[in-house]
T-cell receptor
């Protein structure tokens, strides 16, 4: 399994501002995934981030709103830009396991974002 | 309907009872994974069952997979108050690396 940390764990932000969420993994991984979980809902994939290439976004998510960086094999950031109350969600990063955990996905603790 | 639908949406049981929840999906899969989430925190990986497997056990957890019916079930035996959480199934398609999550089942175990 992988140990994943996220910063911040939670934040309260004003409408129109931006927040960058960091995801750190304790091992090198090829792909990192960013998910959104709106209140009372399930998880929806925002994008897949590979090191050295542009992130691949899912339908309904665009780079201008959710820019992603992936500078190395253990780190990624997701920015939520020009926030509105509808962006209030838990944002989670995940990675695919390696070796015996191949195909398993492991999740960070999440960032709980509230937009006022 | 979406890939990975779960039922029931909510389940309330007494401590010591068993809890069963089901997950249905639509497309061919490589594997199906079950997760637990406590109070809106991160997801804890519980168990992965591959498309060529029919049943797996892990402690008090038992997962079955029926690919002909495109369904899976998670059984928690002898439930405890600490099992109170939301449980999600997620499918990995036969060709791909993206998980698709079901709507989840909220389980309340009353002491």
């Amino acid at each position: 399994s992988a140990v994943i940390s996220q910063k911040p764990s939670r934040d309260i932000c004003q409408r129109g501002t931006s927040l960058t969420i960091q995801c750190q993994v304790d091992s090198q991984v090829t792909m990192m995934f960013w998910y959104r979980q709106q209140p009372g809902q399930s998880l929806t994939l925002i994008a897949t981030a590979n090191q050295g290439s542009e992130a691949t976004y899912e339908s309904g998510f665009v780079i201008d709103k959710f820019p992603i960086s992936r500078p190395n094999l253990t780190f990624s950031t997701l920015t939520v830009s020009n926030m509105s109350p509808e962006d209030s969600s838990i944002y989670l990063c995940s990675v695919e396991g390696t070796g015996g955990s191949y195909n398993e996905q492991f999740f960070g603790p999440g960032t709980r974002l509230t937009v006022l | 309907s979406q890939q990975g639908e779960e039922d029931p949406q909510a389940l309330s049981i007494q401590e010591g009872e068993n809890a069963t929840m089901n997950c249905s999906y639509k497309t061919s899969i490589n594997n199906l994974q079950w997760y637990r989430q406590n109070s809106g925190r991160g997801l804890v990986h519980l168990i992965l069952i591959r498309s060529n497997e029919r049943e797996k056990h892990s402690g008090r957890l038992r997962v079955t997979l029926d690919t002909s019916k495109k369904s899976s079930s998670l059984l928690i035996t002898a439930s405890r108050a600490a099992d109170t959480a939301s449980y999600f199934c997620a499918t990995l398609k036969a060709a791909g690396n993206k998980l698709t999550f079901g709507g989840g089942t909220r389980v309340l175990v009353k002491p």
